[in-house]
């Protein structure tokens, strides 16, 4: 090979090179928006799980022998089905619209059974944590028909002698 063969492939070379790079960069492209969608895809599958559990978790705490769904009736009536929900007058918060008294008491209860969990006034915005509060609350009081759990929710571990939450029971009924 001469000389002047060298100056002509080597921009020939170079050129292959380059092109080879730029079709490797397309390629590497194409494959991560693959690779995006997929996870996009993935992530929608895993929102429709976490749905799908939370509607069982919701309609699995049922009362009475599985005929009544309890406490989707009681958030309803709580907050609307709004996890933001928020009642300033009584610092009521989220789905059930637990108020920072109803925590203190969860955690009371969590230490007296020696549990090392606690729960924040923060975690009232959370619908799993409220829900596992309420089971919480109404396991400790032993609270076992629908009208129980429902007055003394509203009402506190009295709620069954207090005449006031009767409405709260009557609204709660009607939405079941």
């Not at 194409?30 to 690779?35: H, S, T």
């Not at 108020?99 to 020696?114: A, F, P, S, T």
């Amino acid at each position: 090979m001469g000389k002047y063969t060298i100056y002509i492939l080597l921009p020939l070379v170079v050129g292959l090179s380059v092109v080879s790079e730029m079709s490797n960069e397309n390629e590497i492209k194409r494959l991560n928006e693959q690779v995006d969608s997929l996870t996009i895809h993935i992530d929608s599958l895993v929102n429709e799980i976490d749905t799908l559990q939370w509607k069982v978790e919701l309609w699995d705490f049922n009362i009475e022998n599985n005929t009544t769904h309890l406490l989707s009736a009681m958030i309803h009536i709580e907050s609307g089905n709004n996890d933001s929900a928020y009642h300033k007058g009584e610092d009521a918060v989220g789905c059930l619209q637990i108020r920072k008294c109803m925590v203190d008491d969860v955690n009371r209860i969590l230490k007296k059974q020696r549990s090392k969990s606690r729960y924040y006034y923060e975690d009232r915005w959370n619908r799993y944590k409220s829900i596992a509060m309420f089971d919480i609350y109404c396991k400790y009081y032993n609270l076992n028909s629908a009208e129980e759990i429902a007055r003394c929710w509203n009402g506190g571990p009295r709620g069954m002698d207090n005449e006031i939450t009767a409405g709260y029971w009557t609204k709660v009924k009607n939405r079941l």
